[in-house]
């Protein structure tokens, strides 16, 4: 780089973001509950490929929905020309993944999967290009049970993560008969108030009517009030799947609202919808959304294989739980590591290895742009590091074969500082730290 020209500056791509360590600890914390409440109820992991074929999404979500029409980092593969995209969404991957491997050879498949989506939408409070979310599948099950299950996960998960302002809304869109005998209705009922519709709504008209429904246009929301409602089109099976949905969630005090304008985005989804919302985070409210896509499969040359699934929006998650409260774990270590002059810093070394493998984290003084540092310098960084223990080793030190060891987050009147022989030092700092802290797990220690 030449002097008196300065660099370009390089920043992030619009609307995605990086989680900088003072996050990271939270979204460990999410991370970690939802995994494990997900194995709680016998889910397994799969991990699919970020980019797959534009057409697995353009079939799968279908073609006159938000994200198809104008949300999809679609490109052309340079070297071979192969239409390619980066997933909007994680269920068409991974029904692909089951009719690839034939998941559900031997039976139905509880299945979860996280990592990033990427829509190309307008940024804003809750909405980015590059998101995260965690998806669950059930494959290969066709009872209310299952649609039950799922949403209880979901209530179970809020709770673990002490999230109490997120409510339920519920609704069942029937299967494709009665969606065409609604849509039908629903189209002449529009056309009889056209004079009633902003742009887009025309436009969606004949394309996908339904989604004139969740329209977010105010002066439109009387003629949505008005209009038949999906739910009175239901027949016979319809009914008794919601019903069924319904028995399990009252049986278990899951309260709910029965929303009858929630309609899915994607075209795939039948039966039972639901979503998580929240007020507490503006107008990005919904944390997570699920529903039932039994006609999925099927369409993909599959055998015929009922499934449903949910997928909740990390990021709003996780302002959820700042507003709540929710205190980061501070990255701490257990001991850092101060040391003066080239015999000492290869002591320090030696000592360092042996209390990583009791068990410990240590964070080991390395040379900055200005060098190693003075002791001072070195042991306001063992302070910030919110290390338990300093260990020091010095001229005086390597001269007695004994480390300096000092209890940086000792109370007033106990001991402050301690000479060990090198020998005993691992074994001192051990017993310190598990003396103050009886859960001590001797793998991973955190205060
Ligand atoms: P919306 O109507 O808000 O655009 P959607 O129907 O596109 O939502 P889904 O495809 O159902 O959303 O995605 C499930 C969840 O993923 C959402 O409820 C939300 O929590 C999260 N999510 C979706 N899009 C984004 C985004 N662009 N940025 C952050 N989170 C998102
Ligand atoms: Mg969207």
Not at 309 to 317: D, N, Q, S, T, Y
Not at 382 to 391: E, K, M, N, P, W
Request: negative net charge; hydrophobic residues 40%.
């Amino acid at each position: 780089m030449s002097e008196n020209k300065k660099a370009e500056k390089i920043v992030a791509v619009k609307g995605m973001n990086d989680i900088l360590p003072s996050d990271a600890p939270l979204w460990e914390l999410f991370e970690n509950t939802v995994q494990s409440v997900l194995q709680s109820y016998g889910f397994q992991k799969i991990v699919t490929p970020i980019v797959e074929d534009t057409a697995l999404f353009k079939r799968a979500i279908g073609a006159v929905t938000d994200i198809v029409e104008k949300e999809m980092y679609s490109f052309e593969d340079a070297m071979n020309g192969d239409a390619l995209t980066l997933r909007p969404e994680g269920t068409a991957g991974v029904v692909r993944a089951v009719i690839e491997h034939n998941l559900v050879y031997d039976g139905p498949r509880r299945l979860w999967y996280k990592g990033p989506m990427f829509r190309h939408e307008r940024p804003q409070r809750g909405r980015y290009r590059q998101f995260f979310q965690i998806g669950a599948e059930a494959v290969g099950f066709a009872g209310p049970d299952i649609d039950a299950e799922l949403i209880m996960l979901c209530r179970r998960l809020w709770d673990d993560l002490g999230l109490d302002k997120i409510r339920l809304e519920i609704n069942s869109i029937g299967d494709a008969g009665e969606r065409a005998r609604h849509r039908a209705d629903l189209i002449a009922y529009f056309e009889a108030n056209i004079d009633q519709l902003d742009a887009e709504a025309k436009r969606r008209l004949h394309a996908n009517p339904l989604r004139i429904l969740d329209t977010k246009n105010p002066a439109m929301q009387d003629l949505v009030n008005q209009a038949p409602m999906l739910l009175d089109y239901l027949e016979g099976e319809s009914v008794a799947h919601f019903e069924g949905v319904k028995r399990i969630l009252d049986h278990n005090n899951i309260p709910y609202t029965i929303n009858p304008r929630l309609v899915r985005g994607l075209d795939y989804y039948n039966r039972t919808v639901f979503e998580w919302v929240t007020d507490a985070l503006g107008s990005q409210g919904t944390v997570c959304a699920g529903g039932r896509y039994d006609p999925l499969i099927e369409s993909f040359g599959g055998k015929p294989t009922p499934a449903v699934g949910f997928a909740m929006g990390i990021e709003r998650l996780i302002e959820l739980m700042k507003l709540a409260g929710e205190p980061a774990a501070p990255n701490q270590c257990d001991v850092y590591m101060v040391h003066q002059g080239e015999q000492a810093q290869l002591q320090a070394f030696v000592l360092a290895e042996r209390i990583r493998d009791a068990g410990l984290d240590v964070v080991l003084h390395c040379a900055a742009a200005g060098g190693a540092g003075s002791f001072k310098s070195q042991m306001k960084k063992a302070d910030a590091s919110g290390a338990a223990f300093a260990v020091i080793l010095g001229e005086d030190e390597l001269a007695k074969h004994s480390a300096t060891v000092k209890a940086m987050r000792a109370a007033e009147g106990e001991a402050q500082q301690a000479s060990v022989a090198f020998d005993a030092v691992v074994d001192y700092v051990v017993d310190q730290i598990v003396g103050h802290d009886h859960d001590h797990d001797h793998v991973h220690y955190h205060h």
